[in-house]
């Protein structure tokens, strides 16, 4: 497995990374607690924390909206889906990057590394997004989902590395949860998980993947400085 001797120093071996976007990129974790609260607040239920988020978000997401407390027998998952989309969406510009995005983005890019994005935002709100912050220049292909529903990552992913004529051997990517583990693994690639997104640091070491605290120990990792211990 890769990495998995972690009292050695690590090299980052692969010529191509694939990255999530939200949660890993975009730091979007405070609106989307803050827009599920809303709805739940709306239906009486109690509020989350952003520990319990950590602990219950997951996908599909109709599993985490029951979690949540959400009861798709009284509603149908449709109705506080599309209101959770309407109140991201309207937020979702208000919201930047993580600190170190650019710095890991630079370095990747000035090692000759090819840079992609996966995402289960919508197509065109991806595109927006990046563009507002300014760094849609770094990334070869940028691959977002149809639907409003962020079902699977992974037809689009197989896309992504047919088009790009990526070698799976040498390419990673680089998620905030399990299921960015789980979609790395079903394309057949490796994955690096941080934990500074939607899931917390227990749930993605259950994964077996490396998990870093911050894009700063990724970074890290790319430049040869960090030993894992």
């Known amino acids: 497995m890769p990495f998995a001797d972690f009292k050695k120093p690590v090299s980052f071996r692969f010529d191509s990374v694939i990255w999530d976007w939200n949660g890993t990129l975009l730091n979007d974790l405070d609106l989307c607690i803050d827009c599920i609260n809303i709805l739940l607040k709306k239906r009486g239920l109690p509020l989350l924390t952003a520990e319990k988020y950590k602990e219950i978000f997951s996908f599909p997401v109709i599993d985490y909206y029951q979690k949540a407390g959400f009861d798709f027998s009284k509603e149908d998952f449709s109705v506080p889906a599309l209101e959770f989309i309407s109140l991201y969406n309207t937020g979702v510009r208000d919201y930047g990057l993580h600190g170190s995005v650019v710095t890991a983005l630079n370095l990747l890019k000035n090692s000759g590394k090819r840079q992609f994005i996966l995402s289960a935002m919508h197509q065109d709100l991806l595109n927006e997004t990046l563009a507002q912050n300014q760094i849609e220049g770094f990334f070869e292909r940028v ?8 079902v699977s990552k992974i037809e689009r992913g197989t896309e992504l590395i047919q088009d790009a004529g990526l070698e799976k051997e040498k390419t990673c990517l680089v998620g905030d949860t399990q299921h960015d583990f789980e979609v790395a693994s079903a394309l057949g690639l ?4 941080i934990a500074d997104g939607h899931q917390s640091k227990k749930r993605l070491k259950q994964t077996g993947a490396p998990v870093f605290d911050s894009l700063d120990d990724f970074c890290a990792l790319v430049s040869g400085k960090m030993t894992l211990a």
């Open 190 to 193: 490796s994955s690096i998980l």
């Open 143 to 150: 691959y977002g989902l149809g639907d409003h529903y962020a």
